[in-house]
């Protein structure tokens, strides 16, 4: 029996881009004071559940006035348009004639901490950008990682052939393990949580979700 | 001129059916089940092949908990199973004649979570119906309300991505977020196994002990 040839590929595919922001080196001595001196009850935000080993800012950190603030929403945003441009049709004029709007908060996740799922409204993209990481833990793979959860809710029905299918086929949920200096981004509707940390040091992070308006589209509503 | 509003029939759609109950008198039940299932909190009965990477903080025993003779099993596996076919009753247009004709299966298995233990969120393949069962809820602890918490993931995935002042604030049961449960002892959670659903950090000091099964009818 012949056999022809197939091409077997990944549809339905959702980009996550990561990369090393340039500046990082310099960029998170300055964020780790600028975050110790605030993750204080006056910082934090108070619509969400207070969580004694989970600090969540407000989500004006990209309008702080501090050098640091400023020099990350450069980097941020710098990184989120190249990985936008790298994942979409738009060409650099189009690009060029969108305006970004972006809000994001920092994120203290303490040892025996975790951040609850959840996806972010009202945006395109969640960017997170690691500021600080407690050391891998010796035995707990997903102690403070990131973890993407999966979009493709059709596994409920497996058989011998389906269940040990090879990335990026296979079903389940997609771990970052955040770097310092590191950014990942991804669309703002996959859910997302940070794992329990196991360490013995805090995991802080910079969440940011970002939308690009076309100057002739209507009003987005207020985030 | 304003019309006068036109008469509106507002329902839910694309509903999810979620069963609630507690057994009642479950007191000296618990206890019972308390007592054994700490006692086979061992590698004996641990669930040899997880489909999740195992936690320290959170024993899974094996997939055959209703096969074990002891009463207290035998009497929890009778108020599980009933209260999963009444859940199939009353969400199905099945009639009791009919369900009486199919066989349940199952597998059922128990956790014990201590501090800081967690699962990852999950559904259940091949079944078509789980539940759980709270045995010990363990200690409440007021700055962690989350502790322990069973969380539903809503089956709506992107509805709440746009948000304006209108959806922002939706009522029960079309807001748009996930369904939590402060399980207390003796309580049932019936749902169907394709919704994802995981356990919350739990911070008490004590042990959380539930047990879960997936069920599906040939």
Redesign the interface.
């Known amino acids: 029996m012949s056999v022809p040839p197939l091409s077997v590929n990944p549809l339905f595919a959702v980009p996550f881009i990561s990369a090393l922001l340039p500046g990082a080196q310099a960029l998170n001595p300055a964020l780790l004071a600028l975050f110790g001196a605030r993750a204080t009850e006056a910082y934090r935000d108070g619509q969400l559940k207070p969580d004694p080993l989970c600090f969540r800012s407000r989500e004006d950190l990209f309008e702080w006035p501090e050098p640091a603030a400023a020099n990350l929403r450069g980097e941020v945003l710098g990184a989120v348009c190249q990985a936008v441009m790298a994942a979409s049709t738009l060409t650099e004029a189009e690009f060029d004639g969108l305006a970004v709007q972006a809000r994001a908060r920092f994120v203290v996740v303490r040892p025996n901490g975790a951040l609850p799922a959840a996806s972010v409204p009202l945006a395109s993209w969640c960017a997170l950008y690691c500021v600080a990481v407690p050391a891998p833990h010796p035995s707990r793979a997903d102690s403070a990682a990131v973890r993407l959860y999966e979009t493709r809710l059709a596994n409920m029905f497996l058989d011998a052939s389906n269940s040990q299918l090879r990335p990026p086929f296979a079903p389940g949920h997609q771990v970052w393990h955040p770097v310092p200096g590191e950014i990942a981004v991804f669309p703002a509707s996959i859910m997302h949580e940070v794992a329990l940390n196991r360490g013995d040091r805090d995991l802080v992070l910079v969440a940011a979700r970002l939308r690009f308006a076309h100057p002739r589209m209507e009003a987005l509503p207020p985030w | 001129m304003v019309s006068p509003p036109v008469p509106l029939a507002l329902s839910p759609q694309f509903a999810v059916p979620f069963a609630v109950g507690r057994v009642p008198g479950c007191g000296p039940l618990n206890r019972e089940l308390e007592a054994l299932l700490l006692a086979r909190e061992n590698d004996q009965h641990r669930n040899p092949t997880p489909t999740h990477?195992p936690?320290l903080e959170t024993f899974e025993s094996r997939f055959d908990l209703f096969r074990w003779p002891e009463a207290c099993i035998q009497e929890l596996r009778r108020a599980m199973l009933t209260s999963v076919a009444q859940a199939v009753l009353q969400s199905s247009e099945i009639t009791p004649e009919q369900l009486s004709r199919l066989t349940l299966h199952n597998h059922t298995w128990f956790h014990v979570s201590r501090?800081?233990g967690?699962f990852?969120?999950h559904?259940h393949?091949?079944a078509s119906w789980s539940a759980v069962y709270c045995v010990r809820a363990g200690e409440s602890v007021s700055?962690?309300?989350?502790s322990g918490v069973l969380?539903f993931?809503d089956t709506r995935?992107?509805a709440?991505?746009?948000?304006?002042?209108t959806n922002r604030r939706l009522r029960a049961p079309f807001a748009v977020r996930p369904l939590e449960f402060h399980l207390e002892e003796g309580q049932i959670v019936i749902f169907p196994?394709?919704v994802?659903h995981?356990v919350?950090?739990f911070?008490g000091r004590d042990a959380r002990i539930t047990v879960a099964t997936n069920c599906w009818f040939t």
């Open positions: 990477v936690q501090y800081a967690s990852v969120a559904n393949p091949l700055e962690h309300p989350d969380r993931f995935p992107g709440d991505a746009y948000l304006d002042a196994s394709y994802f995981e919350a950090p911070y």
